[in-house]
């Protein structure tokens, strides 16, 4: 009952709490039901625990199946130290819960791989089978360990020396030569893992770190070890736990154990999740999505301030018509909030490129894609790029470049239909063009190679908007920059062209910034140019600014252009 409590516990967790997360790590892979593939995770030490890891993570796609996958690892984990535990002696069978809420603590970080886990649970499976075969004479343990640590070294990586520790040591009653046998094991396991490193493109320090267990190669956690240590020292510790026979003493142990479990679980392992870093996950998530909904209510329950978050929310807010009406009810940066400079990271660059995408911006955007799948750490492939870079590659007429990306998603489970669909496309031009997303991405975009500089993208909004005056996404982003760099001169000159290609246009924003820019010239604007109402509200902010008392009109204009 406590297991399936726990599983249930780190279901609802991840599916209710942290779902985002799940694809976070989705996308950054690219599993391919290919025999190359395979190929190079078995070359690899520790490759086929990183393989079957993928495999699983393949299924985040899905939330549910992923918060289904973590779950039943972690229980699996809590059964297996639990067998290599004394069964008979359930007084202390909450302990053995205690290394997977570690590993729960542990997956807070973000760059921490399934592999690892993963190649734990199956250390601590061989460590049972070994265990159930109850081998006791010394010569046979170290004929076992002789052929296992290798073995298992290529499977599942550098926790082999969970295995060299624990053989020797399991017998009933250790003594000073299983000790040492337990003690050359682990130089073997060494010896195995430093001999690797000719035979594979890795260096000493990665194969020690394991190559699939964090997405930053050289890097680990010092928990990483101690996880390890705990895994080894309980199954070896628990069969001398004393034993308590049932009734009150034993009822009152176990329910101190489980009051404490559950504190740990409640109060201890969600510290791991930076609410900043999972914060940027769920924008990323929601703008993948494209749940611009989602993104504005989450921005209206707290208010973004990091220029990921800024963009995600701007560019939600573009989506749904309201940038140039609701963009100071929100936190703003000035001009990179729209469009963030690029910087070589393969999260936030996503993000950037998702704007880029939607302006009409093909050619960026697929840099972007490009160049946040090679930024990712550990080498891998992010079937959300790829998938990216063939639409932009089919956009542009590229079709041979998008055939190689849509056949590589062929070989996906949970793309492959979708790359196949798309494939049919490539060369059919009026398909193309009637298409609802591509015949869009190819009337707004410019069809004219130039070069431009990021400190421009206001002229290259005001090109997509002459290129296609439907364009409101460079519409909204075309006024917007000049207000949000407090250039009143240039927001005149772009509301008057704007004003010849769309008359009658006239949101929030843009009358609160004519009426602050002719006031500004001490003049009137024009009979009709802004409503009264409007000219009203701006005598009222301004007798408020000169009191010091203008926090009532902190989602105007005015209140940015103030300096507030």
Not at 241 to 262: C, R
């Amino acid at each position: 009952m406590l297991s399936l409590l726990f599983g249930m516990a780190v279901f609802l967790f991840w599916w209710q709490r942290y779902p985002f997360a799940l694809s976070y790590h989705e996308q950054f892979q690219l599993f391919l039901f290919d025999s190359d593939y395979l190929a190079t995770r078995l070359a690899e030490p520790g490759g086929i625990a990183r393989y079957l890891s993928e495999f699983l993570v393949q299924f985040y796609n899905n939330v549910v199946f992923g918060a289904v996958i973590i779950a039943l690892l972690l229980v699996l984990m809590q059964r297996l130290v639990w067998r290599l535990m004394d069964q008979q002696n359930k007084t202390w069978y909450p302990l053995s819960f205690l290394p997977s809420l570690v590993t729960w603590y542990m997956m807070g970080d973000q760059s921490l791989l399934l592999a690892f886990p993963l190649a734990l649970i199956m250390v601590l499976s061989v460590m049972a089978c070994v265990k159930s075969l109850g081998m006791k004479r010394l010569s046979v343990v170290a004929l076992c360990l002789l052929i296992l640590v290798p073995l298992v070294y290529w499977v599942c990586g550098p926790v082999v020396l969970m295995l060299a520790v624990y053989l020797p040591l399991s017998g009933q009653k250790p003594i000073l030569r299983d000790a040492l046998l337990s003690v050359a094991a682990v130089v073997y396991g060494v010896l195995c893992i430093l001999l690797s490193s000719l035979i594979v493109p890795y260096t000493v320090s990665q194969l020690f770190c394991g190559l699939g267990y964090y997405r930053f190669f050289e890097s680990f956690m010092l928990l990483m070890i101690l996880l390890q240590l705990l895994l080894v020292a309980l199954p070896l510790c628990g069969r001398f736990l004393p034993e308590i026979k049932v009734g009150k003493a034993h009822y009152t142990l176990l329910g101190v154990q489980v009051v404490a479990l559950t504190v740990l679980m409640l109060a201890v392992v969600p510290t791991n999740y930076d609410a900043k870093t999972y914060e940027l996950i769920e924008y990323d998530y929601l703008v993948r999505t494209q749940q611009w909904d989602a993104v504005i209510k989450k921005a209206e329950q707290q208010t973004p301030d990091l220029p990921m978050s800024v963009c995600a929310t701007n560019l939600a807010l573009a989506m749904k018509g309201e940038l140039t009406t609701r963009a100071f009810d929100f936190y703003q940066r000035g001009g990179q909030g729209l469009l963030p400079p690029f910087e070589r990271n393969y999260t936030t660059t996503l993000v950037t490129g998702e704007a880029y995408f939607q302006l009409g911006l093909v050619n960026t955007a697929q840099r972007f894609a490009f160049e946040a799948m090679e930024a990712i750490p550990n080498y891998n492939k992010s079937v959300r790029c790829v998938r990216r870079l063939a639409e932009t590659n089919l956009i542009n007429g590229n079709y041979e470049v998008a055939r190689k990306y849509l056949k590589m998603l062929e070989k996906t489970m949970f793309y492959g239909k979708w790359a196949q669909r798309t494939e049919a496309l490539l060369g059919q031009e009026q398909q193309i063009n009637n298409h609802p997303l591509y015949g869009q991405m190819r009337k707004k975009r410019i069809k004219e190679d130039f070069l431009f500089s990021d400190r421009e993208l206001d002229k290259i909004c005001g090109q997509l908007l002459m290129a296609d005056k439907d364009n409101t996404l460079a519409l909204q982003y075309l006024l917007m920059f000049p207000v949000l760099d407090r250039d009143l001169n240039r927001f005149m000159n772009y509301m008057m062209f704007v004003s010849q290609t769309h008359p009658g246009y006239s949101p929030r924003i843009c009358q609160e910034m004519v009426t602050f820019a002719y006031a500004s010239r001490k003049q009137q604007p024009p009979q009709g140019v802004v409503p009264e109402a409007m000219l009203q509200q701006f005598n009222q902010f301004m007798q408020a600014y000169q009191q010091g008392a203008t926090e009532m009109f902190r989602h105007s204009t005015w209140y940015y252009l103030m300096g507030k």
